[in-house]
Nanobody, 123 residues
């Protein structure tokens, strides 16, 4: 199993940047993909970005392409989501997720989840 803890959320203004971090622990010796998902108020959890084990393959939701960048540092067991040009519609609880195997862009594929970190973007 993999345990995940997110950090880095907060209250920012539109146009600002934030970097979210995800610390992984547990059975990290096996290769696992990481994903970031978000749940806006009153809505379902949605895909944001995903990255494979090596970091060489990434995918993004259309709504964040060109603004968000996912990355990871396997030596430190860390994942990151750099968020630039934030918009009020990016307001949500952001969750880090992991799955053994290839990266995927759907909630249903992921087995391990962090508790989430709140990101609020004011206009």
């Amino acid at each position: 199993q993999v345990q995940l803890v997110e950090s880095g959320g907060g209250l920012v203004q539109a146009g600002d940047s934030l970097r979210l971090s995800c610390a992984a622990s547990g059975r990290t010796s096996r290769t696992f993909a990481m994903g970031w998902f978000r749940q806006p108020p009153g809505r379902e959890r949605e895909f944001v970005a995903a990255i494979n084990w090596s970091g060489g393959i990434t995918s993004y939701a259309d709504s964040v392409k060109g603004r968000f960048t996912i990355s990871r540092d396997n030596a430190k067991n860390m994942g990151y989501l750099q968020m630039n040009s934030l918009k009020p519609e990016d307001t949500a609880v952001y969750h880090c997720a992991a799955r053994y195997g290839a990266h995927r862009d759907s909630v249903a594929w992921y087995d391990y989840w962090g508790q989430g970190t709140q990101v609020t973007v004011s206009s």
